[in-house]
């Protein structure tokens, strides 16, 4: 540890991320850019951003990290499922993704499955050609009941669909556990 004596003469400055992750340092980095200039940032790994210190604040450098601290920056979050057991409770993040899976529960029953389809622009729109994933679910309850949900199936449409049925937070969790053992499930499965 230096004393703030001794972070006056320092010609870089080493910030670190609390949640390593490459794709957060690499914008960290780009804003710290756009702000300071090209080249005033880089990143040296997923959990720390190298900064030079520019001739203005060889002396302050606390004014440095003022000037950066407030900076906006898309961090990226860890797409994970929190799922607390004994109460029932399942909380989600917005990033969690569902791949083609297909699961029996009970008298119910889900189907994921994605079709890759191309959406080609207009000829001379100066659109790009684009991959985009059509993906459907289907719950079936013994009864016959069906809803199909387009394009794009998170865990909250899962969830969602599954709801409208009548699953029990139980049914719903131990949908969400067998989904990740399948490896459909892309985020981190928290069981408390």
Do not use: C, W
């Not at 949640?19 to 710290?32: G, K, L, M, Q, Y």
């Not at 069906?146 to 029990?168: C, E, P, S």
């Amino acid at each position: 540890f230096r004393s703030p004596a001794s972070l006056a003469g320092l010609d870089t400055v080493n910030l670190a991320l609390y949640e390593p992750d490459f794709a957060s340092a690499t914008r960290v980095a780009a804003v710290i850019n756009m702000e300071l200039g090209a080249d005033s940032a880089h990143a040296l790994d997923a959990g720390s951003v190298r900064v030079q210190v520019p001739p203005a604040y060889k002396g302050n450098l606390a004014e440095l990290i003022a000037r950066l601290e407030p900076l906006p920056v898309t961090i990226d979050a860890t797409a994970r499922v929190v799922i607390n057991e004994r109460t029932g409770t399942v909380v989600m993040g917005g990033d969690v993704r569902i791949s083609a899976a297909a699961v029996a529960h009970g008298n119910l029953a889900v189907r994921i499955s994605t079709r890759f389809d191309v959406s080609q622009p207009a000829p001379f729109s100066q659109g790009q050609t684009q991959v985009v994933p059509q993906t459907r679910l289907d719950v079936d309850e013994g009864d016959n009941k069906l809803i199909a949900l387009d394009a794009g199936t998170t865990l909250a449409d899962v969830v969602k669909a599954l709801n409208t049925l009548g699953a029990t937070p139980r049914d719903i969790i131990a949908i969400m556990q067998a989904l990740k053992a399948a490896g459909a499930l892309r985020a981190e499965l928290v069981i408390l």
